[in-house]
Nanobody
Framework: QVQLVESGGGLVQAGGSLRLPCVASGRTFMDYAMAWFRQAPRKEREFVAGISWGRGFTTLTNSVKGRFAISRDNDKSTLYLEMGGLKPEDTALYYC???????????????????WGQGTQVTVSS
């Protein structure tokens, strides 16, 4: 079965950086678009960044452009989220997700993703 395991979260001061890896197993990693979502307390889950299958064309939500980057290593079946210039409003539980269907671009809607990790907490102090 498909498993997605995130790590790398933690407590960081505003302006700091973190790198979140997500290791995937169970399907041919290269064939599926991947994404990062986040959910802050009392807020809905929101799209952060996505990457298409294969060589990986990326898309980011406006609030993280210029600060975050998404990438994938298909040989290691690993998705990454590089976060810099962190702000207190970035505090959330961060999830990686794998698309339901193969060979697609990255979707911004959570309904297009069939598999989710357990999440890793990122807390940014001011």
């Amino acid at each position: 079965q498909v498993q997605l395991v995130e790590s790398g979260g933690g407590l960081v001061q505003a302006g700091g950086s973190l790198r979140l890896p997500c290791v995937a197993s169970g399907r041919t990693f290269m064939d599926y678009a991947m994404a990062w979502f986040r959910q802050a307390p009392r807020k809905e889950r929101e799209f952060v960044a996505g990457i298409s299958w294969g060589r990986g064309f990326t898309t980011l939500t406006n609030s993280v452009k210029g600060r975050f980057a998404i990438s994938r290593d298909n040989d290691k079946s690993t998705l990454y989220l590089e976060m810099g210039g962190l702000k207190p409003e970035d505090t959330a539980l961060y999830y990686c997700a794998q698309a339901s269907s193969p060979r697609t671009s990255a979707w911004r809607s959570s309904t297009e993703y069939a598999y989710w990790g357990q999440g890793t907490q990122v807390t940014v102090s001011s």
